[in-house]
């Protein structure tokens, strides 16, 4: 079967494909590295005009009933649910993840986005606040012009979960994928079409990271809403602040993963496993300081490697692959380097190690300690730090002594000292006997470096509009002269 994907032009502006006229962008199945698409960037002047549409077709659109708009994202979700398998399987060539993952983690978690915050949009009202005769009624608004800018991990649901909340409240967008999965926005913008969104409301651009910063400087936009690295995330919120602009920043991490020894074992192996190597291990809220507690540390290290020999690695597209590629072969660098530093810094390396083209396996070290890079620095692909540790008190301190505070897990059968630890730890999410699941019922978003504001859930209605008060006079004026 062939694996092209060209999709009928590069960028989505105001309703229609169009040609980008900037510099040549080929889309690599990261599999085999063939070419499957040739897109070319935005210009400046695409950037623009894209961001103009956009401010023109916004308040027609803020100003139909928050139930017709939340029609229409509706509606596109059950365009994604139709189209179900085909949608898998381009998620799959952009990406390289395995087939058996993007069809139930990718699109259907956008998805959910765009059915959850179809169905708030109606919900969301003002308060009216008493004053004694006087009083104050609250509105809020849609901000106006969203920019939303994409990492390469989970590029659908990446734009999913930004458009849905973003137009559910009356805002338009424009939306820079990463430069390495530039197709499923495309995807997202004709569904969206297909589904009764009018023109200019969603729009795609594509480009490297000058196309994102000059979107973020338009002066049209009023929201910038960016998931990526914490280095993009400090360039990106320095340059929304000379416009005031709204921010929403979902960054790295380096989360900790902890496992008490009264753990049930197989479960902890388990979530340790998705929690490190779905997604070939480019997954944000991974948590790849795992802390074992001394008792089980032999045990779990054990029943790990063992679990991992079985792994299957292969061509994503056959269903039987559990584990595929990297993104680019630039990242499987990245990665191979992270594992010769981890290696001359003394860590024991118990499985995998640098693989070779664009895969690396599912790699564990041990014997780690807190000071070492490969324990601090956010790696983004399928390598896990193994640490030991002695008690709880000891463990708080060194899952907090670190700059980024996306997530965390811990695994214990103690019920109190699981609510104990996860108010102990400074992490937007902590999974108590589990580890990375975002139903978009809930929060997500991190603290410290790992960025600021929350998407999904009730709560990301906030970051996508601002409250205006309304005063009402029920008396006279009293002026004093
Ligand atoms: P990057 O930070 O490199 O890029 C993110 C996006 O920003 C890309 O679209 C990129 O374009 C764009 N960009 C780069 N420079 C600028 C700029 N100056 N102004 C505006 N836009 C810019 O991240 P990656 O794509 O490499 O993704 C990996 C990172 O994302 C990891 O650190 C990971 O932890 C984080 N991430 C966080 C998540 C979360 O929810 N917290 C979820 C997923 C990933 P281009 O790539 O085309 O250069």
Redesign the pocket.
């Known amino acids: 079967m062939s694996h092209a994907a060209q999709p009928s032009a590069s960028l989505f502006i105001n309703g229609l494909p169009v040609e980008g006229q900037g510099a040549a962008l080929a889309v690599h199945y990261p599999y085999s590295g063939a070419v499957i698409a040739h897109l070319r960037e935005a210009a400046a002047t695409q950037v623009a005009d894209a961001c103009a549409a956009a401010a023109c077709a916004q308040p027609a659109w803020a100003a139909l009933r928050p139930v017709e708009r939340g029609r229409v994202l509706i509606r596109a979700a059950a365009i994604i649910r139709e189209r179900a398998e085909e949608l898998a399987r381009l998620e799959t060539l952009d990406t390289g993840k395995p087939i058996q993952e993007t069809r139930v983690a990718d699109w259907p978690s956008g998805a959910d986005a765009l059915e959850y915050f179809g169905g708030l949009a109606p919900t969301v009202t003002g308060q009216t606040i008493p004053l004694g005769g006087d009083f104050v009624y609250t509105i809020r608004e849609a901000l106006g012009v969203c920019a939303g ?6 590029p659908s649901q ?1 734009a999913c979960w930004k458009a849905a909340p973003a137009l559910a409240m009356g805002n338009a967008m424009v939306f ?7 197709l499923g926005a495309l995807k997202l913008a004709q569904i969206l079409t297909e589904a009764g969104l009018p023109p200019g409301i969603f729009n795609v651009v ?11 400087a338009d002066p049209h936009v009023a929201k ?1 809403s ?8 400090q ?2 919120y320095a ?1 929304a602040a000379q416009g005031m602009r709204h921010v929403t ?5 380096k989360s900790p993963l902890i496992i008490f020894d009264d753990a049930a074992l197989e479960d902890a192996v388990g979530a340790a496993i998705l929690a490190n190597f779905y997604s070939s291990g ?5 948590g790849t300081r795992v802390y074992v507690q001394r008792g089980i540390l032999t045990a779990f290290l054990g029943r790990l490697s063992a679990r991992l020999s079985g792994v299957r690695m292969g061509d994503p597209l056959d269903e039987a692959t559990q584990h595929g590629p990297v993104v680019s072969p630039a ?1 499987a660098e990245r990665i191979r380097a992270a594992i010769a530093r981890g290696q001359a810094e003394g860590a024991r390396l118990i499985c995998g190690g640098p693989g070779e083209g664009a895969f690396v396996p599912p790699t564990v070290f041990a014997d780690a300690t807190d000071g070492m890079w490969i324990a601090r620095e ?1 790696i ?1 692909g399928p390598v896990m730090t193994v640490l030991g540790f002695d008690d709880e008190s000891e463990v708080v301190a060194r899952a907090n002594a670190t700059p980024y505070g ?1 997530a965390a897990g811990v695994f214990t059968r103690d019920l109190a000292r699981g609510h104990r630890m996860a108010a102990a730890l400074q992490a937007g999410t902590t999974w108590i006997n589990a580890y990375n699941l975002t139903p978009v019922e809930a929060p ?3 603290v410290k470096l ?2 600021i504001g929350r ?1 999904n859930s009730a709560a990301a209605i906030e970051h996508y509009s601002r409250l205006k008060s309304v005063y009402i006079g029920m008396g006279g004026v009293d002026a004093p002269y």
């Open positions: 800018i994409g990492a390469w991990n989970y990446i820079k994928p990463s430069e390495e999965t530039p594509q480009g490297r990271g000058a196309v994102g910063a000059a979107l973020v910038v960016l998931t990526g690295s914490v280095a993009t995330g360039k990106v340059a920043m979902e960054l790295g991490g480019q997954i944000c809220s991974n990242q956010e983004f996306l997500f978003g991190g790992s960025g998407e």
